[in-house]
Every structure is written in structure tokens, then in C-alpha cells.
């Protein structure tokens, strides 16, 4: 799936880097420090991808998904803005009430996070 010039991946792209090779487990805080340049947006990215750990793949997601994962309240408050900024910097791609990962947020995130590291 194209979109303006950014990969995006789903649940049937059948993309190398799967949700299990990316490890949030030591993470503090529910933030993904230094990758986005945001504190929303790594805190949209932490929930993204436990959610998509959860669910096993890369399967599109609404808000209301980001909001049943389990982070602080008060870190909650900050999924709308953070995945906000996502669309605005072409990481996540925002179509028909849905939110699709791209190859590079997904990338950036595995390079900061992998379970090889």
C-alpha cells in the first residue's frame, strides 16, 4: 500500500521485521525516548506498538484501540496529540478513520528497540 511516497505496512504485507522483534519490555514511563522528537509522539509510538505486539502484526488501528492499552492515565491523555504529530511527520498514515504503521516508523522503531540489541 503506497502513499505519497511512504511504505505502508499491514497485517498482510508479510514485512521482515515483525511486533515480537522490538523490545519495549525494559521501557520506563511509556515513552520511547529520542526516536520521534515529541514526547506525544513516543508516547503514541509505545502504545502503537504494544498494541500491535498484543494483536501479533501490524494490523491498522484506531485511537480508540491506542486507549485500551494498558499505560498510566495520566500518560494516556497524551495518544491523540502524540499520534498527531505520527501523520503530520508521515510516520503513521491517517485514512478513512483508521491509522496505517509505515516501513519507516516501524524501522526507527526496531533500530532504537530490537530484541537483537
Request: hydrophobic letters at 40%; a positive charge.
Amino acid at each position: 500500500m503506497a502513499n505519497s511516497g511512504v511504505t505502508v505496512i499491514t497485517e498482510l504485507s508479510n514485512y521482515p521485521i515483525t511486533p515480537d522483534k522490538i523490545d519495549i519490555s525494559g521501557v520506563a514511563d511509556d515513552y520511547l525516548p529520542g526516536i520521534f522528537g515529541k514526547y506525544e509522539s513516543e508516547v503514541a509510538a509505545f502504545s502503537i506498538i504494544k498494541r500491535c505486539q498484543e494483536r501479533g502484526d501490524w494490523r491498522s488501528f484506531t485511537l480508540g484501540d491506542l486507549k485500551k492499552v494498558k499505560i498510566s492515565k495520566d500518560t494516556r491523555l497524551f495518544i491523540p496529540a502524540g499520534v498527531f504529530w505520527l501523520v503530520f511527520g508521515k510516520f503513521i498514515v491517517h485514512k478513512k478513520r483508521k491509522y496505517y504503521l509505515t516501513e519507516d516508523f516501524i524501522q526507527r522503531c526496531y533500530e532504537n528497540f530490537s530484541v537483537e540489541t
